[in-house]
C-alpha cells in the first residue's frame, strides 16, 4: 500500500490555530444561571451562543417531542398526503426511491415501514453508487413503470431532477419528491414537492436532514390515515432511531427541531434498540447505552454508509428492517467488512491524492483528479484532505470521457454557491453549502479547477483560511467540578451548530515531562495556580511535545473537560484542542 512522503505530511499540518473568543454578557448569564439554577460556566456558554432568554434556554437544555412543528406547515405536504392517501386507498402500491448514504437509507426505512403501517404494500429502490450514481435515473425509472408503477416518492434526492420528473409523467407516474437539498433556480414539475429549503416554504426548520423530511411526511400520513392514534403515536416515535442517525450522519445543525429529534431517538436507541443496530453495535464492541451523536457518526455511521460506498446499499436497508436475529448478525458482520474494505480502499486512494496535489498546494481550493479511483471513498478522501490543509477540496474519479467527483468545504466557503459559479465546466451538481456532488467531462477538470480557484480569490480572506478554534468562555480550574462537567454535557447532543464547548483554562504549569502514547497521542500532568493538579490529553498533538518542559512558564489550554473513571473513581481531565505558552 503507498504511503505519502514525508515532505508531503510536512506540507499537510495546518497553521497556527486561531483563537476567537465569543463575547459573553455577563448580565445575561448571571440572570440565566440564578433563574435556570445551573453552573456559571453553563450559563456562560448558553450566552457566548446567543442563548439570552430564560424560556428559549430552559427549552434548549429540555429538548422534547413537544417542541416539534406541524409537519404539515411544509409546503407541498398536503398534496404529498392527498396522493399516498389514495394509494392507501387503493392498495396502489407505492415505489420509494432511496440513496446510498445514512441519511437516505434511514430516509427510506422510515417511509417503507410507514406506508406498510397504513396497509399499503410497499417497495424502495435505491441506485448503485457507481454504476448509476446519486439520484433518479432515467433506466431504472422505466423499468420500474413497466412493472406497473404509477407512484415513486424520492428520499433525500430529486430536488434537481428537471428531466427525470418530465419523464416521469411522460410514463403515467405520479412523482413525489422529498428532500433537503439546496434548490436550483428551477424547480422540478413533480405531482408534489416537499423541500423545506425551496421558495415559498415557511417552514421553521430549514436544516431538516433527508431522514427529517420523511419523518415529516411519515408524520403527516399517520395523523390523517392511521385508525388508531394512541398506536400512530407509539409507531411513530419506533422511527425516532432512524431519523436520529440519518441527522446525525449527515452532518446537518443540531439546533431547533433537529436537537429535538436527535436527543429523543438517542434516548429510544439506548433503551430498545433496533435489532440490526443491537448488532452492528455488537460488532462495533460499543454498548447500546452508551451511544452518542460522536459514536453514530464514527462507528456505526460509518459502518451503514459502508454498504453503499463499496457494495451495495440494499444491505443496510435490510439490516434496519430485518426482524431475524441470524440474519440480522449476518448482515452486521458484512457491513463491519464493508467497512475494512473501505478503509484500505481509502488509505490507497489518500496516499496518492496527497502525492498528486503536490503541485497545487498554493490554491484556495484544491482539485485533484485521477483515473480509477473507486467513487465510494471520494467523499471521505476529500475530507481527510481538508482536514490536512484547511482547504476546500475536490476529489475527482476519472473514467475515460466522464469524471465524478465529491467535495467538502471550509466553514465561510459555500461549496454549493461556488460550483454554481463553474457550471459551464460541469455537466451536473449538486449539494450544500459543506458538501457537494459534481459530474464533468474529462478534458474539463483543469478548467473547472481554474474557474473554482478564481471564484475563490474573491470569496476568500485570510482570516477563513485560517484555522481556528471559537473559545466559549475562559474559566478557572476551580470551577471544573465534577458536577459542572455533568451540567455541560447536558447541553449535548453536539454537532453542527452546537458544537462541543471549547473552554479556555489559565495558569497551568506542568509537574512532570509529557509522555507521549502510543506514538500519535499526548498526555500532561498539570498544576493550577492554587496547586490543584490535572491532566491533559492531546489526541494526535505528540509531534508538539517539543514544545513542552518542565519550568518552561505557564500554559494556556483550550479544549473541554471530561470525566474519567477508573477503579471507580471519577476525576476531571481535559481534553485539549490545543495550548499556547504564556
Known amino acids: 500500500m503507498a504511503t505519502t512522503s514525508s515532505s508531503t505530511q510536512a506540507a499537510a499540518q495546518p497553521r497556527t490555530m486561531q483563537w476567537h473568543f465569543r463575547e459573553v454578557d455577563s448580565a445575561i448569564s448571571q440572570q440565566l444561571a440564578a433563574e435556570l439554577k445551573i453552573a456559571p460556566i453553563v450559563a456562560r456558554i448558553l450566552a457566548a451562543r446567543g442563548i439570552a432568554d430564560p424560556a428559549e434556554a430552559h427549552r434548549f437544555l429540555n429538548p422534547s417531542l413537544a417542541q416539534i412543528h406541524n409537519p404539515n406547515e411544509l409546503l407541498g405536504m398536503e398534496k404529498a398526503v392527498e396522493r399516498i392517501g389514495r394509494a392507501i386507498r387503493c392498495g396502489e402500491k407505492v415505489w420509494i426511491w432511496g ?249 490507497e486512494t489518500l496516499a496518492e491524492a496527497m502525492r498528486l496535489i503536490e503541485p497545487y498546494r498554493q490554491d484556495q481550493v484544491l482539485v485533484v483528479a485521477q483515473d480509477g479511483w473507486h467513487h465510494g471513498v471520494l467523499g471521505i478522501v476529500a475530507s481527510r484532505i481538508q482536514a490536512s490543509f484547511y482547504r476546500p477540496v475536490i476529489a475527482i474519479s476519472i473514467d475515460q470521457e466522464m469524471a465524478k467527483g465529491s467535495g467538502r468545504s471550509i466553514p465561510g466557503f459555500d461549496l454549493y454557491e461556488a460550483l454554481g459559479k463553474c457550471t459551464e465546466h460541469l455537466e451536473q451538481f449538486g449539494g450544500h453549502r459543506m458538501a457537494a456532488g459534481l459530474s464533468l467531462a474529462s478534458d474539463r477538470i483543469d478548467g473547472f479547477r481554474e474557474a473554482i480557484n478564481a471564484h475563490a480569490r474573491e470569496v476568500l480572506s485570510d482570516e477563513i483560511l485560517s484555522p481556528g478554534i471559537r473559545i466559549d468562555t475562559v474559566a478557572s480550574p476551580a470551577e471544573l467540578t465534577r458536577q459542572a462537567v455533568e451540567e455541560i454535557e447536558v447541553l449535548a447532543p453536539f454537532g453542527i451548530d452546537n458544537p462541543k464547548p471549547i473552554i479556555a483554562i489559565d495558569g497551568m504549569r506542568l509537574m512532570e515531562e509529557p509522555r507521549v502514547m502510543k506514538e500519535r497521542h499526548m498526555k500532561l500532568w498539570l498544576s493550577a495556580q492554587d496547586g490543584r493538579p490535572m491532566a491533559a490529553l492531546g489526541w494526535s498533538m505528540a509531534r508538539r511535545i517539543g514544545e513542552l518542559s518542565v519550568g518552561g512558564g505557564e500554559l494556556r489550554l483550550a479544549g473541554m473537560p471530561i470525566l474519567n473513571t477508573w477503579n471507580g473513581r471519577t476525576t476531571v481531565e481535559f481534553e485539549m484542542k490545543d495550548f499556547k505558552q504564556a
Do not use: W
Open 99 to 347: 440513496d446510498y448514504d445514512v441519511d437516505g437509507i434511514t430516509a427510506t426505512a422510515i417511509l417503507l415501514l410507514t406506508i406498510e403501517e397504513l396497509g399499503c404494500p410497499a417497495d424502495y429502490y435505491i441506485p448503485h453508487r457507481v454504476n448509476e450514481g446519486y439520484g433518479l435515473h432515467a433506466q431504472a425509472m422505466e423499468q420500474l413503470a413497466g412493472e406497473g408503477a404509477t407512484l415513486i416518492v424520492t428520499v433525500d434526492c430529486g430536488v434537481s431532477a428537471m428531466a427525470e420528473a418530465k419523464l416521469a409523467r411522460k410514463l403515467g407516474v405520479d412523482l413525489i419528491i422529498t428532500d433537503h437539498h439546496e434548490p436550483g433556480p428551477a424547480l422540478p414539475e413533480a405531482y408534489a414537492l416537499i423541500n423545506p429549503k425551496q421558495p415559498g416554504c415557511h417552514y421553521p426548520c430549514k436544516g431538516l436532514s433527508g431522514s427529517g423530511v420523511a419523518f415529516k411526511l411519515a408524520h403527516a400520513l399517520l395523523k390523517a390515515f392511521h385508525p388508531d392514534e394512541a398506536r400512530a403515536k407509539e409507531f411513530l416515535k419506533s422511527l425516532l432511531d432512524l431519523v436520529m442517525m440519518g441527522t446525525v450522519a449527515d452532518v446537518v445543525p443540531l439546533t431547533g427541531e433537529n436537537r429535538c429529534l436527535v436527543a429523543a431517538g438517542l434516548e429510544r436507541m439506548r433503551r430498545q434498540p433496533r435489532l440490526g443496530i443491537a448488532k452492528l453495535a455488537e460488532v462495533a464492541n460499543l454498548s447500546p447505552r452508551k451511544i452518542d451523536a460522536g459514536s453514530i457518526g464514527f462507528v456505526l455511521g460509518p459502518r451503514l454508509n459502508a454498504a453503499g460506498r463499496t457494495e451495495h446499499a440494499l444491505f443496510a436497508v435490510e439490516l434496519l428492517l430485518t426482524q431475524d436475529d441470524k440474519r440480522a448478525k449476518e448482515l452486521a458482520g458484512k457491513l463491519d467488512q464493508f467497512n475494512e474494505n473501505r478503509r484500505a480502499i481509502e488509505a
